[in-house]
């Protein structure tokens, strides 16, 4: 079931470039953590090879037209079947001018292209990086890159990864994972034990934020045929997953500071993130408070990404 939209009568060039910022979800800015803290992982052990530089920002840039991609297509189909329709109708959601297509800010032959484009752009990004470093590419890494962008823009297309039980939890803990863990392992060509706990704690927050919001989309999900976990399972399963992914979330915390390189004085950097997850998991699991649980959980990718890259910095 397709939305029937009236378009406003005029729509500013101003208005018109808010929008793709929107459709793209660029305002969620968090995805610049796990390249920054993948680089930060190189500084802090002195890996550097000719060329690094220029292929860390091609990644950068490909991360990002990947995810810009994957959200708008998500959203062309959100849009043909009705999902979004439904879940921002049913209250609780952000105004329908987070949704363009929704809010008729955007066709949806403009929002087609417009994931074809950034599509073409994140998939070019990843061969790019054969130039900077003269063909010193890992075979490994260019076909991991290529899965990954895959599985994002496959998101709700094509093979719908998140139509199918367990597999929005697997493209949101594969992909997160692999934006540290690639950009390292492609300047590094090692992985340590700092660089997995790190890709780890970024995954399981971004997954945290995705199970709640979820939870709140169950209903509009199931009717669209998007068979979610959240969907599916009864309350009492997903609220069990999602409360192990919370402590898991804590425990890897420490394990930076205690295993891995980093200086055990400065676990004093995340305590912030420790905080404002233990007041997620009150707020989520016990008071059910959605909505609010959501925030806390940007508010701590925010704390992990910025504690950790401050104790990077000063180990």
């Known amino acids: 079931m397709t939305a029937h939209i009236v378009p406003p009568a005029r729509i500013s060039l101003g208005e018109k470039a808010m929008a793709y910022v929107r459709l793209g979800k ?19 052990e002195g890996v550097y090879r000719p060329g690094a530089a220029v292929a860390l920002g091609l990644i950068l840039f490909g991360m990002y037209a990947m995810k810009v ?53 994140a ?13 010193d590419v890992p075979i490994g890494f260019l076909i991991g890159y290529l899965f ?3 599985v994002t823009i496959q998101y709700s297309w094509l093979f719908k990864v998140s139509y199918r039980p367990g597999g929005q ?8 994972t692999a934006e540290v863990l690639g950009p390292y392992w492609l300047i590094a060509r090692h992985w340590t034990v700092d660089a997995v706990a790190v890709a780890a704690l970024f995954a399981l927050g971004m997954q945290l934020v995705s199970s709640y919001a979820n939870y709140g989309d169950r209903k509009g999900d199931l009717e669209s045929g998007r068979r979610t976990i959240s969907a599916l399972a009864p309350a009492r399963v997903y609220w069990g997953l999602t409360a192990i992914f919370s402590v898991l979330s804590l425990v890897v915390l420490f394990v930076p ?10 676990l004093i950097c995340v305590v912030p993130a420790l905080v404002l997850r233990a007041i997620q998991i009150r707020t989520g699991l016990f008071q059910r ?27």
Request: with cysteine; hydrophobic share 50%.
């Open 257 to 266: 500071f205690t295993v891995g390189s980093l200086n055990p004085l400065l």
């Open 289 to 315: 408070r959605i909505q609010q649980a959501v925030k806390l959980g940007f508010k701590n990718i925010d704390a992990i990404g910025l504690g950790l890259a401050v104790a990077l910095v000063l180990s």
């Open 69 to 121: 991609a994957g959200c708008a297509i998500d959203d062309v189909v959100g849009f043909r079947d009705g999902c979004d329709e439904r879940n921002y109708s049913s209250g609780g959601h952000l105004p329908k001018s987070n949704k363009p297509l929704l809010s008729g800010m955007l066709t949806e032959r403009e929002a087609i292209v417009f994931g074809a484009v950034t599509s073409i752009l």
């Open 169 to 176: 939890e697997f493209a949101v803990l594969v992909v997160c």
């Open 123 to 135: 998939f070019a990004a990843g061969v790019a990086v054969y130039l900077p470093l003269r063909g």
């Open 148 to 150: 990954i962008v895959s």
């Open 26 to 44: 660029l305002r969620v800015y968090h995805h610049f953590y796990a390249w920054l803290l993948a680089v930060l992982l190189l500084v802090h």
